[in-house]
């Protein structure tokens, strides 16, 4: 049974960096075709896909973002780490990890709950 | 703005068939699958379709999933209550090398 589940600062001040780390079980992020999302969601508003790491570390951006996003795999921790620099009010948002598998080329089968970040001073 | 383009809002009666759209162009939909996401209230997306037209396991026959060109559509025949949710369609998209969703279809069942 594959799980994921998100943890993080609940509130950070503008401009700091934020550090999310997503726990997963139930696969390995060494498996050949198998990769790690992060989504987020604004409250109210529509999800904004932020950054993939693949199995091979093969790594996707969102353009908008891609300045702004570092995302690292731990295979050995069954970890992949997001970490996004100079937060702003607008980047407040539930922030979801999701395994993408091969098995269903390329959609994001199984969500981790999300945990909300607040940027506020 | 998003990049895939859904309507904000759909609704039906119970035992109804609803379609929910999503517009996108030639670098997303136009060449590659469309994959759609139920977000119950309060809940994380759950996958309800994937590459076009697929079910994963679990998923009522009632939900149903169709492409042609660059749009996409959901269809839920035999509407119940707990259809009730958010909608959203996603594809890659091989201009931005990276996955665009759209803007989320809020489905009210009367």
């Known amino acids: 049974q594959i799980t994921l589940k998100e943890s993080g600062p609940t509130l950070v001040k503008p401009t700091q960096t934020l550090t999310l780390t997503c726990t997963f079980s139930?696969?390995?992020?060494?498996?050949?075709?198998?990769?790690v999302g992060w989504i987020r969601q604004p409250p109210g508003k529509a999800l904004e896909w932020l950054s993939l790491?693949?199995?091979?570390?093969?790594?996707r951006y969102s353009p908008s973002l891609k300045s702004r996003l570092t995302i690292t795999k731990d295979t050995s921790k069954n970890q992949v780490v997001l970490t996004m620099t100079n937060m702003d009010p607008v980047d407040t948002a539930t922030y979801y990890c999701?395994?993408?598998?091969?098995?269903?080329?390329?959609?994001?089968?199984?969500w981790g709950q999300g945990t909300m970040v607040t940027v506020s001073s | 703005q998003s990049v895939l383009t859904q309507p904000p809002s759909a609704s039906g009666t119970p035992g109804q068939r609803v379609t929910i759209s999503c517009s996108g162009s030639?670098?997303?939909?136009?060449?590659?699958?469309v994959n759609w996401y139920q977000q119950l209230p309060g809940t994380a997306p759950k996958l309800l379709i994937y590459t076009n037209n697929q079910r994963p396991s679990g998923v009522p026959d009632r939900f149903s999933g169709s492409k042609s060109g660059t749009s996409a559509s959901l269809a839920i025949s035999g509407l119940q209550s707990e259809d009730e949710a958010d909608y959203y369609c996603?594809?890659?998209?091989?201009?931005?090398?990276?996955?665009?969703f759209g803007g989320g279809t809020k489905l009210t069942v009367l």
């Open positions: 030639s670098s997303n939909i136009g060449i590659n699958t």
């Open positions: 996603a594809a890659w998209d091989d201009s931005l090398n990276g996955q665009v």
């Open positions: 790491i693949y199995w091979d570390d093969n790594k």
């Open positions: 139930g696969f390995s992020l060494s498996t050949s075709g198998v990769g």
């Open positions: 999701a395994h993408l598998s091969v098995s269903y080329y390329g959609a994001f089968d199984i």
